[in-house]
């Protein structure tokens, strides 16, 4: 019987303790989700409208007071003043389209320098100076025809025609001397090498600088390239001004809706959700044990582990023989030895 009264009490305090558990559970879960939805609250996107000078902002909400859709509005002064800058765009991308054409004719310069500059440079310094040595010398040979005859012409009417002087004898190192001459024919010798000699000199400059003015030719035919690339992008300069002043009004007409959207992002806080959020599960996590407490399930549980009580629980229930009854004769040996006393 004790024993009969040990497993009933044990299953009826588990029946007990475990339906205390399951409600403690769903008490604890219904708490986390009421926090969940206390925090989740407190963090949610909360714009703020404005109004500037320039524009307002533009929030819409659903059913539930979430935000489904954003805009702004640019004041009605600034956006007129935004269509006629787009006018005026439109017109400098046209510009910007005939730009082109406009600009081809340097195209054709730069080809035709380059071609002009492969020319001068086709020939050496030295085959320069050599064409403007002979160029020159044959630009003075009908003076120096003259000169020469005009000499011999002075000399045949004075009788000096044959006259020579200034005759040296052998050098120290047995090289030949000067021959005798005459020395108005000498001078006029001497005159016209020192001539030629200026021509040389100047005949090598001739040819650097043809050569500088060939380089320099390719140098400016690259420049008129550089100006046709720089005048398609100059010619783009007008529309990108109108451009951005357009676009200038409308970042200004944008700042309400920024402004709104960062304010409400700082009145969304989500500090304050977090701590809420732990506060709520913590809570719930407390009272966790205090749900599942089951004074009846406890005490049961005691009970049965009480030996003591159990037998006075079991005699209240066990029949009492008494010695001095007629049947007393009727229990055997063994059944008197397992009667309580």
Same mark, same amino acid.
């Given at each position: 019987m004790p024993a009969a009264i040990i497993a009933g009490g044990q299953i009826l305090g588990g029946l007990l303790g475990g339906s205390s558990a399951r409600r403690a559970a769903q008490a604890q879960a219904d708490a986390q989700i009421k926090a969940a939805q206390i925090a989740a609250e407190e963090s949610r996107f909360r714009p703020v409208g404005i109004t500037t000078r320039f524009g307002q902002s533009q929030f819409q909400y659903g059913p539930e007071g979430r935000v489904t859709g954003a805009g702004y509005e640019l004041r009605p002064e600034f956006a007129g003043m935004q269509e006629r800058l787009l006018g005026l765009a439109g017109q400098g991308l046209t510009q910007a389209e005939m730009a082109p054409a406009q600009f081809a004719p340097l195209t054709g310069a730069g080809t035709r320098l380059f071609g002009l500059g492969e020319q001068y440079l086709a020939e050496t310094p030295e085959q320069v100076a050599a064409k403007y040595m002979a160029s020159q010398q044959d630009l003075l040979a009908p003076s120096r025809e003259r000169q020469m005859a005009q000499l011999q012409n002075r000399l045949f009417q004075t009788g000096r025609s044959g006259l020579a002087v200034?005759?040296?004898? %052998?050098?120290?190192g047995g090289g030949e001397g000067l021959r005798a001459a005459n020395p108005e024919l000498e001078a006029y010798y001497n005159a016209i090498a020192q001539q030629d000699a200026q021509l040389a000199a100047q005949a090598q400059?001739?040819?650097?600088?043809?050569l500088a003015f060939g380089t320099g030719l390719f140098g400016t035919g690259a420049q008129m390239f550089d100006l046709y690339?720089?005048?398609?992008?100059?010619a783009l300069a007008p529309y990108q001004a109108y451009l951005?002043?357009?676009?200038? %009004?409308?970042?200004?007409?944008q700042q309400p809706l920024e402004l709104g959207s960062a304010l409400g992002g700082r009145i969304a806080n989500p500090t304050g959700s977090n701590a809420l959020y732990g506060g709520g599960m913590g809570?719930?996590?407390?009272?966790?044990?205090?749900?599942?407490?089951?004074?009846?399930?406890?005490? %049961?549980a005691s009970f049965t582990s009480n030996p003591a009580a159990v037998r006075g629980l079991g005699n209240l229930f066990t029949p009492?023989?008494?010695?001095?009854?007629?049947?007393?004769?009727g229990y055997s040996l063994n059944q008197l030895g397992t009667l309580p006393m």
């Open positions: 200034g005759g040296t004898g %052998l050098r120290p400059e001739a040819g650097q600088r043809q690339g720089r005048g398609q992008v100059g951005g002043g357009a676009t200038g %009004l409308e970042q200004l007409g809570a719930a996590q407390s009272m966790y044990g205090a749900n599942a407490y089951n004074p009846f399930a406890t005490a %049961l009492t023989v008494d010695l001095n009854a007629p049947n007393y004769a």
